[in-house]
């Protein structure tokens, strides 16, 4: 997902590009950090929530760029597949953690 974002990131208008690109880019970047650490710890319930969350976030922002035309609908529909499908699979890890509790 990380890779597939720079190109339309780049695209972004001028005055964008370090406002919500750079937000979108950061979220990313969390969502990357929050996997790792959720991978290392024992209790993993808390942390999994704090990720889906971020993706919450990360899906509002993406939505909000189509929405302000910073995106175009083909690269949005890529992209919110890409985010559908890293949803079920954080879901999914959040109900084996919360089995295995």
């Not at 590009?17 to 991978?39: G, P, T």
């Not at 922002?61 to 919110?80: K, M």
């Amino acid at each position: 997902m990380i890779l597939y974002a720079y190109s339309p990131l780049r695209n972004f208008p001028k005055a964008e590009k370090h406002v919500l690109s750079a937000e979108i880019r950061q979220c990313m970047f969390r969502l990357l950090r929050l996997v790792v650490v959720v991978n290392r710890r024992y209790h993993k319930k808390t942390t999994m929530q704090d990720l889906d969350a971020e993706l919450d976030l990360l899906r509002s922002y993406v939505r909000l760029s189509h929405e302000l035309t910073f995106l175009p609908f083909r690269q949005y529909e890529i992209w919110s597949r890409q985010l559908a499908e890293l949803g079920r699979m954080i879901g999914g890890w959040l109900n084996w953690a919360k089995a295995q509790s």
